[in-house]
């Protein structure tokens, strides 16, 4: 069985600045991780994906997350973000049984003008 | 192209009434998914599809869930003698294949409200 950690249920920025958004996992088999945004009243939108090779992905929106598998992490970054950035962001693993997601519980981000 | 749709997106019911919830998947998609999210605990996995058939149910939280899919298209998940706890946006998505090499992808949702 595989579980997610987010260890930031809101992060508040400013618009321009920088972000991170942690994510941490624990799985007994390999794993594939998934960054996915949610705008407000919409569904989820895949950002980027970590399959295999490369550790360092890079997604939509200027988005990149970088697999780290001796610290079980995934986070998420962007170096400089907009107020459209804000929404909800989901990390998510998938095991051996490569199709069913499991979801952390979600990182608000807010950019503030 | 059209994304999967959901239908209703809002659905108010009251406690001890039967609900059916609609997911139609982008057309080709052999794999459809439900998933529910709910305050305080995020992204639940529900139920699995390929094709017509549920290889993995796991995740339906009791026997009043259940969910079916024909003509490898279109799925209807029912809930029946609803309560407050079932409360919560349902989510489903589709994919080309079985693997996660093919990306999932989201509808809308249908927010479901248990009075």
């Known amino acids: 069985a595989q579980s997610v950690t987010q260890l930031d249920s809101q992060v508040p920025v400013f618009e321009e600045a920088p972000v991170e958004l942690r994510c941490n996992y624990s799985?007994?088999?390999?794993?594939?991780l998934f960054w996915y945004v949610q705008y407000p009243n919409q569904g989820l939108q895949l950002l980027l994906k970590?399959?295999?090779?490369?550790?360092l992905v890079k997604g939509i929106n200027g988005f990149e997350a970088e697999f780290n598998k001796s610290q079980t992490s995934f986070h998420l970054r962007k170096p400089s973000v907009h107020i459209s950035d804000t929404a909800e962001y989901f990390c998510a693993v998938s095991g051996s049984s490569n199709y069913k997601l499991t979801f952390g519980k979600g990182t608000l981000l807010t950019v503030n003008p | 192209g059209a994304g999967v749709s959901q239908s209703p997106s809002n659905k108010v019911t009251e406690k001890g009434k039967d609900v059916e919830l609609r997911c139609d998947p982008i057309s080709g998609h052999t794999a459809l998914y439900w998933y529910r999210q709910s305050l305080g605990q995020g992204l639940e996995f529900l139920i699995y599809?390929?094709?017509?058939?549920?290889?993995?149910k796991s995740g339906l939280p009791s026997d009043r869930f259940s969910a079916e899919r024909t003509g490898g298209s279109v799925s209807t998940l029912t809930i029946q003698r609803t309560q407050q706890e079932d409360s919560a946006v349902y989510l489903c998505?589709?994919?080309?294949?079985?693997?996660?090499?093919?990306?999932?992808?989201f509808g809308p949702g249908t927010r479901l409200t248990v009075l």
């Open positions: 970590y399959l295999s090779g490369s550790t």
């Open positions: 599809f390929q094709g017509n058939s549920a290889p993995d």
């Open positions: 799985s007994s088999v390999s794993v594939y």
């Open positions: 998505a589709s994919s080309s294949g079985q693997t996660l090499y093919n990306e999932q992808f």
